[in-house]
């Protein structure tokens, strides 16, 4: 969508005139009209571990939702402020497991005589409560670049691990990427008494996944890709492993969303691309690529924007970095020091990973 250009301007100005001080991350599922004033672009992984290179910038303004302005808080200096320009762009997902929720699913897996097996593996797409969690019960996060070499790290310290909160990239990743079987998956629904498992169902399982899903990604169906195979002969199909597991088990390619930007820069010209992930990343992607002669279009049309991604537009930008410029600091994302602590276990145990 082409900007306002007086809100450009403005853009422009708040940052020069903010210089060093601050520092604009930007996920690949923003707005282009957002994305334009980013310092760096990223996934959720590559974003994390960018905030945490940049001690010198005293607000780091995220372009993205809750989650990640909190991951980038954890994992930056105290003295560093970090500021997300809308605080109504959470994260359906992440809202899927609460506190209170996994706190009583760890007591159901006590009851079942199996905690002591059991290693929390938490997507990144999770409040700090949740990584704060993990940290404590000796667990680790990941991104959906990584889940697989953190699954095999969690399998090196326990016999089971309870995956949250997205079930498509748990079992995704086990059976795809770690020739799990479906068999040895069950979901954990937190709306049921007992996650509405028996226990011997809990203690034949590998992997105990929460019920969480994106909405987004969530929605695209075998039917798309069926069709969309129809429609374009030879379309390889890529997805993100956020889609459900029917989708991925029918695609070509399966993949985080640095994953799918480097597929599309090596694929050949003359190649046609389906993709299933966010609108605002495919429609960048499509329009870059057009001169290469790569086609690439929408896995399936009737899917829509990420409604909270889209929360941050040019107008919040630009409020936030004007307010900021003139020494206010507007929508801090501050995560408890307590929190913050154990949370910070689980990210550096991530970010260890081999
Ligand atoms: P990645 O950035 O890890 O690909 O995750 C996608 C996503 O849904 C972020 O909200
Ligand atoms: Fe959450 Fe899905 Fe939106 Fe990512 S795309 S922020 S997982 S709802």
């Not at 279009?297 to 829509?304: E, Q, S």
């Amino acid at each position: 969508s082409p900007s306002d250009p007086d809100l450009v301007e403005r853009a422009r100005a708040a940052k020069a005139k903010l210089g060093d001080k601050v520092f604009v991350l930007g996920h690949h599922y923003q707005r282009d009209e957002v994305i334009q004033f980013a310092d760096v672009t990223g996934d959720s992984f590559k974003l994390a571990r960018d905030a945490a290179a940049r001690p010198q910038a005293e607000y780091i303004v995220f372009c993205g939702v809750h989650f990640m302005a909190e991951s980038a808080d954890i994992l930056t200096g105290d003295d560093q402020k970090v500021v997300l320009p809308d605080l109504a762009a959470g994260c359906s997902m992440a809202d899927m497991a609460t506190a209170e929720q996994v706190a009583e699913c760890w007591d159901v897996l006590t009851e079942a005589g199996i905690a002591e097996q059991v290693v929390p593996v938490s997507y990144m797409n999770s409040s700090a409560d949740i990584k704060a969690f993990t940290g404590k019960h000796g667990g680790t996060i990941c991104t959906s670049s990584n889940a697989q070499r953190a699954l095999d790290w969690a399998f090196q310290q326990g016999e089971k691990v309870l995956f949250l909160p997205d079930q498509h990239l748990g079992r995704n990743t086990a059976v795809r990427d770690m020739g799990m079987s479906l068999e040895d998956c069950v979901v954990y629904n937190p709306h049921r008494p007992n996650g509405g498992l028996t226990a011997e169902e809990l203690r034949a399982a590998k992997m105990i996944l929460w019920r969480g899903h994106c909405s987004v990604h969530g929605r695209f169906s075998l039917d798309s890709v069926n069709e969309v195979r129809e429609r374009i002969p030879g379309v390889n199909v890529l997805v993100h492993p956020e889609c459900r597991h029917e989708v991925v088990a029918a695609a070509d390619y399966v993949g985080s969303t640095e994953y799918i930007i480097k597929t599309l820069e090596a694929a050949p010209a003359g190649s046609k691309w389906a993709i299933g992930t966010e609108l605002n990343l495919v429609r960048r992607l499509a329009n870059r690529f057009a001169s290469e002669d790569k086609e690439i279009v929408f896995l399936d049309r009737t899917v829509c924007f990420c409604s909270t991604m889209n929360r941050i537009d040019l107008p919040h930008l630009v409020w936030a970095l004007e307010s900021l410029a003139e020494g206010t600091l507007v929508n801090r994302i501050e995560v408890d020091k307590e929190t913050e602590a154990f949370a910070k276990l689980a990210l550096e145990r991530m970010l260890a990973l081999p």
